[in-house]
């Protein structure tokens, strides 16, 4: 990443709460953004909010933690709400959630 600023930008990060998505929260935090860190449950994005502002000097008030577990469309569809009432705009979008998917065959 560059040094440019995210300064008064708002990104959702799914998939937040740890690995990849965890740093890039960070990483975009720490640049500005106010960042809206997605978790499967609210209770995970919650804690994964508190471990940014403790240990990566990140204001709390960047930080927005929503859960949605993305197995289940009405979760997705409540959330989305939510960031739509509470956010007036998205500037990014960093799609890094995973989920496993049943076997086929």
């Known amino acids: ?15 937040a709460t740890s690995g990849i ?3 890039a929260a960070r990483q975009l935090a720490e640049r ?13 994005a919650q804690a994964a909010t508190d471990r940014l502002v ?7 008030g960047q930080l927005c933690a929503y859960g949605a577990d993305f197995t289940r469309l009405d ?3 409540a959330m989305a709400r939510r ?7 998205l500037d990014v979008l960093v799609n890094n959630a995973g989920m496993a998917a049943p076997e086929r065959h």
Do not use: D, K, Q
């Open 1 to 15: 990443m560059t040094s440019a600023s995210l300064t008064g930008r708002t990104v959702l990060v799914t998939g």
């Open 21 to 23: 998505g965890y740093e």
């Open 32 to 44: 500005g953004a106010t960042v809206l860190v997605h978790g499967r449950t609210t209770e995970e």
């Open 54 to 60: 403790a240990t990566a000097g990140v204001e709390a």
């Open 75 to 77: 979760e997705v569809e």
């Open 83 to 89: 960031v739509i009432e509470t956010h007036p705009h």
